[in-house]
């Protein structure tokens, strides 16, 4: 086989494989009602140093990137998570339906490809950065801290 030929089949195999992960990626959409529905079944999810911050258990926890600072005051820290194809959609509902659960009060929220949500409670505040990485990763942050007021 000839270096073209070579060069041509490589080509080929790296179209196929592109296109296999964007119809991969269309198998995880879901409806808005299913996702908000699957949100609320599976509620279970586990508590990460944060005893009012519930995570899906889904996620994996990167216990190398996270930190968490604590004095007799206050807690507070950033918690890293990672799960391959997971759709963020249905991670925001989650959130929004367990954060409420747990006395937080949704502040504002951004959703995109990176999505940002911004929860509130008396003296203090949790940020919550989904993001949805190209190759097919996604990613959590979630940021717990005192907001200084009393």
């Not at 509620?43 to 996620?59: A, H, I, M």
Request: one cysteine or more.
């Amino acid at each position: 086989m000839n270096s073209f030929a070579k060069r041509k089949m490589g080509w080929i195999a790296a179209i196929l494989f592109v296109s296999v992960l964007f119809l991969l990626g269309g198998c995880s959409t879901l409806s808005r009602e299913k996702r908000e529905e699957s949100a609320k079944d599976t509620l279970g999810g586990k508590y990460y140093y944060f005893e009012d911050v519930r995570v899906p258990q889904e996620l994996n926890f990167k216990q190398k990137r996270s930190f968490v600072y604590e004095t007799p005051r206050f807690k507070a820290g950033v918690l890293y998570f990672t799960k391959w194809r997971l759709d963020s959609e249905s991670l925001i509902g989650f959130f929004i339906h367990s954060m409420e659960k747990d006395n937080w009060k949704l502040i504002n929220s951004y959703k995109g490809k990176e999505s940002i949500l911004n929860f509130s409670k008396p003296e203090k505040s949790c940020m919550i950065k989904i993001v949805e990485k190209w190759w097919g990763n996604t990613e959590v942050e979630i940021r717990v801290g005192p907001t200084g007021e009393k």
